[in-house]
């Protein structure tokens, strides 16, 4: 199986970084590989570790059914809400053309 | 003068809350432009809140629990029509239209509001270095770091801006500038105070907290913001006992564990204080137990994969289209790049990356997958040593306070600050740390304890008789 | 055309449906916001809604309940089940990540089972939110393609919904058509959807390849925007097209989601399936498992009403009609047998009833504004040969018309007597005069020959006879 230590490259980075939706620079790219193969580097220690039978843990305190009864409350204020938006327009959330989304 | 001392006189009409609120207003303007605790203070607001208590008062009215006292609120908690920043550009200028559960609950307490505190972006960072808006200054050495994330809130109540503040804790980002700014700081068990309202960095490992002066100023303040919240589906459903009257008892016949398997790394002056927490403590009537923690050593690494992994998720929303900054661009992907780009920090991208990188497609299994096992094996240790102990001491920071830029720019450098608070996070247990004495340069340390899943009473039993020993 | 859905050579069409049904809540899976369809834009919306830093999902009981009913109608077994986060940037989806179940849904393995009797695998029906509606501005009107700029309206964003995923047993468009048709009768039924695809909370998406007998599954196309029923048959059948013309000629299907285009008739490329759809799912760390007790499920399956399936069989045996004959279903998918029942309850004839109902009642919805009593008078006066077939749809007419009326009244001030018992007894001599063949066989005890005398009566009366008092007559007559 990949291990921690199988670090990272610079070809990873670049495609974490468009997933991520961060469009670093070049310099930026080549400082974050070395940072994170670093820490990558660090972090192997788990790799030694035999965890065939562990359960992974999720959720530090187990609770289980917490619902909501389906009762109304009031909303937010339309204007308040829009007035702290970067483009807004015709009481709705205004954005450049949608394209180049790769979904 | 403790925080009931405080609330006694206000609500007896004996001292005036607005007299209180000036006071600590004007230690602000006297000394914040050395400190940098806060982001916002909320000069205005602060005055009206006063005069609602004492009106209350004048009326006999009951104010609350916490009435006329002055409290600093880091700035990643929702204030209603107030600043709410988490030290990033991304949301620079951001008035949220709600209060977070635990800011509504200090309002009603009749608690007065000074200001937002400064803090690592989204809460990423061990000594504030990190924020968009400049670093908090350690109040007992200027060149030196108040620690972090939480680092304006501990700054605050050290340099006596307010009488108590709130920070959240994720990896220790109460508990270690609370050693580093020599006041009292409390990381309560997961799901024991209400995230709603507090911006997330790391869902299933923060917890808001308190900054005090003294462990029973913490009791209180817990008292007050603690208990179950039907907004935040993770928060304890129980009651939760008075942890001001757990602190009457002592601790004899109590076992005190010592981890003998805790990662070295520990300054000596640190580490001799840990030595004389024990000595009291056993003086006291408490037996010292020895435990192991095997997989203590391994939460570092645990941690900065599911902490990234969560945040990169939880930070995925500042997207330039409802709140906070847009680099305008000529469609929505490239807007988002440019707005992300130009509104994080290099931590908080670093962050976003390597935990966007855990999770993504091929890599699950062997790093966010993995670290959760991990998690498992640490939660699962500390139960057992639990079994031995009631409470677990350790160092809350290797170090005093550091002097600015000395962690250079190797990040794992500063991640190492928190080797000893992290566990616990994973854990989900509670821990706090506590001021004992001085280290190197004449600065705070502190020590912490620790405890199994909601055992604040006991681990605040020990706190006061480590307080006390001092006295 | 082949026997396959009208398929060349002997292809054979292998669809899965993906059916996205919003829950009729009153406020959102996750938040207090009300979830209402056509409300001024951005005015249901709160913390959670928005994806405003610091707030937190709390899970809707009333949205799991529904959840529920839909698992138990369509034969699953309700599970244990958690929330995962879909990361992915698209600007209708606030968070930057849907929350929806992954690997462990609520309801998994049941199926539905078409009028026709063919048998439709469900593989699973999970719990998720909706996403806002941006609506594109300028360029070539109102597509995404070529706009200007695009607004956005969150009021949907974070409405619940239960998405249905089909096995991919649907081997014609007619059956695809059932079964969506099948499956909004069942969501309305049980009061978990409106169910309706042209305010879309019901959207459907289809799944589609062709292979040659036997052979493995071909590459499939997942078509998208398919607004109607008909639509979708449509659709199906254009695309099926595609791939066969593409594999007949030595291509190959690409993987890709296809988009349906009403005007022209086809399916376009939306996007090829890429590596890049890299979703990082992980378990929602703001929420908690859902664990149902059987006690739950229990109390739950104890509050459905019937589904369309039972009432049919129900109406069948009370009318004698098959349960799949037009009358029972259409009356069914009215949800107007409740109203025949009702007519059979107050001692009219079911079997009339289920016509009349069938036949005239098609724009009355599910409650007629219909005295029942009435309507159980005249079948009463139908059957007892008062009036004929004929006589009674005029009187059906008149007293749908003026929203009642005893059809006894209406019959006589419209002329329509029943022949007296004297004029009866004429033509029943007459009759058996006529057939002394059958007239003696009935007499030495052969009952089968009533039958051919009854029915020469009713002839000869132009059907204004009425049968039972033939037959006491016939009897009368025997001796
Ligand atoms: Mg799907
Ligand atoms: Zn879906």
Redesign the pocket.
Known sequence: MLGVSDRISAADVAKVARLARLDVTTEELERMTVQLDGMLEHFADIDALDLATVEPMTQPYPLVNVLRPDVVQPCLDRDEVLAAAPSAEDGRFRVPPIIGMDL | MGLADIVASVKSGAVKAADLTEVRLAAIAAREGDIHAFNHVMADEARASAAAVDEAVARGDDPGPLAGVTVALKDNMCTRGVPTTCSSKILEGWLPPYDGTVVAALKASGAVAVGKTNLDEFAMGSSTENSAFGPTRNPHDTNRVPGGSSGGSAAAVAAGFSDFSLGSDTGGSIRQPAALCGVVGVKPTYGYVSRYGLVAFASSLDQIGPFTNTVEDAALVLDVIGGHDPRDSTSIPQQHPSLVAALQQGVGGLRIGRITDLPEGADPDVQERLEAAFDTLKAQGATIVDVQVPAFSFGLTAYYLIAPAEASSNLARYDGVRYGMRVEATDTNAMYGATREAGFGDEVKRRIMLGTYALSAGYYDAYYGKALKVRRLIHDDFERAYQHADVLLTPTSPSVAFEFGSKGDNPLAMYLCDTYTIPTNLAGHPGMSVPFGTGAHGLPVGVQVLAGTLQEPVMFRVAAALERSLA | MSERDGLPGDWELVVGL?VHVELATNTKMFSSSPNRFGDEPNTNIDPVTLGLPGALPVLNEQAVELAMRIGLALNCTIQPCTFHRKNYFYPDMPKAYQVSQYDQPLNIDGYLDLPNGVRVGIERAHMEEDAGKSTHIGGSGGRVHGADYSLLDLNRAGVPLV?I?SRPDIQTSDDARDYVNELRGILVAIGASDAKMEEGSLRV?ANISVRQPGAPLGTRCEIKNVNSIRSLGRAIEYEARRQIDLLESGDKVRQETRHWDETDGRTHTLRVKEDADDYRYFLEPDLVPVVPSAEWIHRVREAMPPLPAQRREHLSVLTGQPANSEAVTSVVERGQDHYVLAVSHLGGDAARALVYVKEAFADLGAEPAVPALDIAGLTTLEVDGKVTATQAKAILAEIIANGGGDAAAIAAAKGFEALDTSALETVVDQVIAEQADAWAKFCAGDGKAMGAIVGAVMKATQGKADGKIVTALLNQKKG
Do not use: T
């Open positions: 993906e998405e995923v998406d």
